[in-house]
T-cell receptor, first 118, second 112 residues
């Protein structure tokens, strides 16, 4: 299957700093990428959908000024957590869909990034 | 309200002991049901897509089936390496209103 690489896998930062997480599709072009957040023993929570070259669409309740998403190319999307606070500590996972109009369920996921804000 | 419910929440099996995981759903306009496997600290790994009632898919020791109300993931003679959380997701709606609705998962532990 398609490979999605996410980096870093773990990051620890101080409160008030910003953290950038990268998501790359390695062997296919991803017209759409999704960013999820997952709490322990909870379901995946969709944060936002990003389409290459356009602004991301954020889910209700997700602060777009806090979670900046950029999808500048067909193989790279980034999530920047700005002015991070301890409550932002979580497991962030990106996923990608290869072709527009295809079934959104067949997503290829990155390995996830564990963010810990001290 | 669209909803996906997985059961049991956790399941412990002995190696070789077959069982089934359940994913029941209530959505308007089902457009697909998906099974994923997630290992601790990792992103989900795609397993199957099912589109219509009566459809079945198989991969190694896993077989997924679908009815109009639920899906089962059957695990035949499981091995310890099958231990993981199995997630079910349902795609509902159409066009710009398409979205995935996720269950909470079933945590499977297979003892040697």
């Amino acid at each position: 299957g398609a490979v999605v690489s996410q980096h870093p896998s773990r990051v620890i930062c101080k409160s008030g700093t910003s953290v950038k997480i990268e998501c790359r599709s390695l062997d296919f072009q991803a017209t759409t990428m999704f960013w999820y957040r997952q709490f322990p023993k909870k379901s995946l929570m969709l944060m936002a959908t990003s389409n290459e070259g356009s602004k991301a669409t954020y889910e209700q309740g997700v602060e777009k000024d806090k979670f900046l998403i950029n999808h500048a190319s067909l193989t790279l999307s980034t999530l920047t957590v700005t002015s991070a606070h301890p409550e932002d500590s979580s497991f962030y996972i990106c996923s990608a869909r290869a072709t527009s109009g295809a079934n959104t369920g067949e997503l290829f996921f990155g390995e996830g990034s564990r963010l810990t804000v001290l | 309200e669209d909803q996906v419910t997985q059961s049991p929440e956790a399941l412990r099996l002995q190696e070789g002991e077959s069982s089934s995981l359940n994913c029941s759903y209530t959505v308007s306009g089902l457009r697909g049901l998906f099974w994923y496997r997630q290992d601790p600290g990792k992103g989900p790994e795609f397993l199957f897509t099912l589109y219509s009632a009566g459809e079945e898919k198989e991969k190694e020791r896993l077989k997924a089936t679908l009815t109009k109300k639920e899906s089962f993931l059957h695990i035949t003679a499981p091995k310890p390496e099958d231990s993981a959380t199995y997630l079910c997701a349902v795609q509902a709606g159409a066009g710009n209103n398409r979205k995935l609705i996720w269950g909470l998962g079933t945590s499977l532990a297979v003892n040697p």
